[in-house]
């Protein structure tokens, strides 16, 4: 299926509202890095919180990947700097202190197996347990990049063990395939979801990755930077989920 295509069935997607896709119930968020759960499921995570509903985050890398060639906020330093924006984003949606998990595997080498895999998946399903969740949530398998594709793979390994929970994609990267590429993924089983009362706390979650958003570390001409095209799709009043494929 070409990308363009595909883009176009996600936006043809029914919608529904958050407690139809969670049940009202508890669910995790795997983030391959910190800002995604932020980026695809602000809303989503604002709405559960707003009703008192345990929400828990576990960010699989480090973050230290993205401006790798600062000397101003060397790796260390970026690791910490990364932390403090996932945390302030965390309180802009709500989330109760200690709900955010860092598994500090490397940025842009998170394993795909092996024991590092093997440790991560099972401190996922600790996370799952200590909340009661019903649900989990990851990025896209097709997202292209291999941290996406790792937290993919983490989440499939982990409904091996948990087959009982309900298992969700939400795209990240996806939004930016090429129109004209071709894509080796099924056509897509989801939901909109209409975030339109949390949008504003999203908006303030996603601007707390200031190092990601903004010109704040500049001595790196490699570093990332969202622009305004690449944010566009996460400032919508909707998010797109999909149910894991098999």
Wanted: proline share 8%; net charge negative.
């Amino acid at each position: 299926m070409k990308a363009g295509d595909l883009h176009a069935a996600w936006r043809a997607l029914p919608m529904a509202t958050p407690w139809d896709i969670t049940g009202g119930k508890p669910f995790v968020v795997i983030s391959p890095h910190p800002d995604d759960e932020s980026l695809g499921l602000g809303g989503l995570i604002a709405a559960a919180r707003a009703d008192g509903i345990d929400v828990r985050v576990v960010v699989v890398s480090d973050g230290a990947g993205s401006h790798p060639n600062s000397r101003r906020v060397p790796h260390d330093d970026l690791v910490v700097l990364r932390r403090t924006e996932t945390d302030a984003a965390a309180r802009a949606l709500g989330l109760a202190p200690g709900s955010v998990t860092h598994l500090d595997l490397p940025d842009t080498a998170v394993p795909m197996d092996g024991l590092a895999f093997e440790a991560a998946v099972a401190h996922l399903a600790s996370v799952v347990e200590a909340c009661g969740a019903a649900s989990c949530f990851v990025t896209w398998g097709h997202d292209p990049h291999c941290d996406h594709e790792a937290a993919d793979a983490m989440a499939r390994h982990l409904r091996r063990h948990r087959p009982a929970l309900r298992y969700w994609s939400y795209p990240i990267w996806g939004w930016h395939l090429d129109a004209a590429e071709t894509v080796a993924a099924p056509a897509p089983k989801g939901f909109r979801i209409d975030i339109a009362p949390w949008q504003a706390a999203k908006h303030q979650a996603i601007a707390a990755h200031a190092s990601q958003m903004t010109a704040l570390i500049d001595d790196d001409p490699e570093g990332f930077r969202f622009t305004d095209d690449t944010l566009a799709p996460f400032l919508q009043p909707v998010e797109t989920v999909f149910e894991l494929s098999a």
